[in-house]
């Protein structure tokens, strides 16, 4: 397997722009258990700058799939070599940008925060006045219409 790495730096992920959100929401669960989003959600909320990209994705697929403990001590490693045999969404398909109104940060060490809408933080990202983030949207929900 190639070493690819699939994690941004230095980059802020904007709430996508046919998103009529205004004001950031804690993504719901369903009744058979957490969504995708919402395990990313309580992630990053409780440990903001403390996953990349790629450790995020690993760290969702373990507790959305409910892999118990004992089986991840014995197989984490073939675990997450099977999860990156296949190519996996980026942060900018992420339900937290594209619905429920979180902006996404990634450091220098390409660590994510989430930042919400309204809050002034993602404003500052947003008007990137050092230059030194790159600003990306989100993707959109729908295609866009021509």
């Known amino acids: 397997m190639t070493n690819r790495d699939f994690n941004y730096y230095q980059t802020f992920i904007t709430v996508a722009p046919d998103s009529t959100i205004l004001e950031s929401m804690i993504p719901p669960s369903k009744k058979d258990g957490k969504t995708k989003a919402l395990?990313?959600?309580e992630l990053l909320i409780h440990h903001p700058y403390t996953f990349t990209q790629e450790e995020m994705i690993y760290e969702v697929h373990i507790r959305h799939k409910e892999i118990p403990e004992e089986i991840f001590k014995q197989r984490g490693t073939e675990i997450r070599d099977e999860l990156f045999q296949k190519s996996h969404a980026c942060m900018r398909a992420s339900m937290l940008a594209k619905k429920y109104g979180w902006?996404?940060?990634?450091?220098?060490a390409g660590k994510i925060a989430l930042y919400p809408v309204e809050s002034p933080e993602y404003q500052r990202f947003l008007a990137n006045e050092s230059g030194r983030v790159k600003?990306?949207?989100a993707m959109r929900s729908s295609r866009a219409k021509t």
Do not use: S
């Open 39 to 41: 395990i990313e959600y």
């Open 103 to 108: 902006g996404i940060h990634f450091d220098d």
């Open 135 to 137: 600003v990306l949207a």
